[in-house]
């Protein structure tokens, strides 16, 4: 039996990715190592959460000695690492808990996989990240896996640095690693710091919808499904020491999406056509706001042969249905620390 640790797993990307290994891999045992900060939530994980194959371990990656201790504990074969802080607009308002846990705790993370694997047949330190570390883009050309690193937020110049520790144990300790950077997720359990889902409640309650600048800045979208699909993938087919950019080639400006989702919504809740568009608000822009982000995933699609499932639309429609079946969860998380930090990011802004 395989044992997989994946860090992060209570969180947005992580709980999809835990669902997808527990009920594919019955014969892989998983251990969810997260510390519940504000963005990791046990209620993601409901459905699988008495599975034979599955166990919860709340603990912080940057407690070395805790760290360890597991390590020592459950002998694992793999580190499948998603625990970070992930928001960049809380990185620009906190910045050294980034540095704590996203540079800190990968460090952490590797040193217990390097003192633990004296043999590194079959081990493998997986480990996430975003496109944010290539930098902001003009008006053409994509992020490749040789583009130069150029991280611009407290957010992706603590993954950057969390990438290239994972790299260096690779060329100086010969720790088997793999590293992915991926574009912006969308879909179900979001937190309501991010774009799509903060819209989608204000949409539903009627509240501003807070578009930064002019709103012309581009992402590309990639359902999070998708995404931990292609996690699977490069898990089971990757090359050692290599990296694989993932995303689905679907580049949106904010203000385009956020129209979209007016539409959408306006349908959904039966409201006149043009009704919540009236709620579009532009606001102060973001510190060193990127302009803009787009993913060539070529190498992943030709030597992996991952490809997305879902078009946009689609998939920003199971998104939104999602969010309106799910109301006592949204409404859950905005009761407690979000109201805090929404009023600070919002209010006067
Ligand atoms: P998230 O904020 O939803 O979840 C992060 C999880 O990590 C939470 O469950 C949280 O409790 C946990 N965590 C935070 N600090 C911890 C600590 N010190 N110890 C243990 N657990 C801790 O984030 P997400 O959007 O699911 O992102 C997951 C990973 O994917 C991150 O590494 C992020 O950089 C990367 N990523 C995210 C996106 C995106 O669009 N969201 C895109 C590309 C890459
Ligand atoms: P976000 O979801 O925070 O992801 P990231 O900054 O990591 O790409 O933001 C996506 C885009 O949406 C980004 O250009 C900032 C913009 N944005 C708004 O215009 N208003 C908002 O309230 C938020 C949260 C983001």
């Known amino acids: 039996m395989k044992?997989?640790?994946?860090?992060?797993?209570?969180?947005?990307?992580?709980?999809?990715?835990?669902?997808?290994?527990?009920h594919k891999?019955?014969?892989?045992?998983?251990?969810?190592?997260?510390?519940?900060?504000?963005?990791?939530?046990?209620?993601?994980?409901?459905?699988i959460e008495n599975s034979p194959n599955y166990t919860f371990v709340k603990g912080d990656i940057t407690d070395e000695s805790f760290v360890e201790a597991l390590f020592e504990e459950k002998k694992f074969d793999a580190v499948i690492h998603l625990a970070a802080e992930s928001h960049v607009d809380r990185s620009i308002l906190?910045?050294?808990?980034?540095?704590?846990?996203?540079?800190?705790?990968?460090?952490?993370?590797?040193?217990?996989?390097?003192?633990?694997?004296?043999?590194?047949?079959?081990?493998?330190?997986?480990?996430?990240?975003?496109?944010?570390?290539?930098?902001?883009?003009?008006?053409?050309?994509?992020?490749?896996?040789?583009?130069?690193?150029?991280?611009?937020?407290?957010?992706?110049?603590?993954?950057?640095?969390?990438?290239?520790l994972v790299r260096a144990y690779h060329h100086t300790y010969n720790l088997p690693v793999v590293v992915s950077n991926c574009s912006n997720n969308y879909g179900s359990h979001q937190f309501p710091e991010k774009l799509l889902p903060l819209m989608i409640n204000n949409i539903v309650h009627s509240?501003?919808?807070?578009?930064?600048?002019?709103g012309e800045n581009v992402r590309d979208w990639l359902w999070v499904e998708d995404h931990a699909r292609a996690i699977d993938v490069i898990f089971h087919k990757g090359i050692t020491g290599e990296t694989y950019n993932i995303g689905g080639f679907n580049e949106w400006k904010n203000i385009d999406i956020v129209h979209l989702l007016c539409r959408i919504m306006d349908k959904k809740l039966n409201r006149a056509e043009g009704e919540s568009e009236k709620l579009i608000t532009y606001v102060k822009d973001r510190a060193g706001h990127d302009k803009r982000y787009a993913i060539d995933a070529t190498k992943l699609e030709n030597e992996l042969g991952w490809s997305?499932?879902?078009?946009?639309?689609?998939?920003?429609?199971?998104?939104?249905?999602?969010?309106?079946?799910?109301e006592t969860w949204i409404s859950r998380i905005t009761s407690g620390s979000y109201k805090q930090y929404y009023d600070q990011q919002y209010t006067k802004r």
């Open 94 to 164: 906190d910045p050294m808990s980034f540095v704590k846990t996203n540079v800190l705790g990968t460090g952490v993370l590797l040193n217990a996989a390097k003192k633990n694997w004296t043999d590194l047949t079959n081990k493998l330190f997986y480990h996430v990240s975003t496109d944010e570390v290539y930098g902001s883009l003009g008006e053409v050309g994509f992020f490749t896996e040789t583009t130069p690193y150029d991280p611009r937020s407290p957010y992706s110049a603590s993954k950057a640095a969390s990438d290239h």
């Open 25 to 47: 891999y019955p014969d892989y045992f998983i251990t969810n190592l997260d510390a519940l900060t504000y963005a990791g939530n046990l209620e993601n994980l409901t459905d």
């Open 308 to 326: 997305p499932s879902l078009q946009f639309e689609e998939g920003l429609d199971k998104t939104i249905d999602w969010y309106l079946a799910n």
């Open 207 to 214: 509240k501003p919808l807070p578009v930064y600048g002019k």
């Open 3 to 22: 044992k997989i640790l994946i860090t992060g797993g209570a969180g947005f990307i992580g709980s999809h990715l835990v669902r997808l290994f527990v």
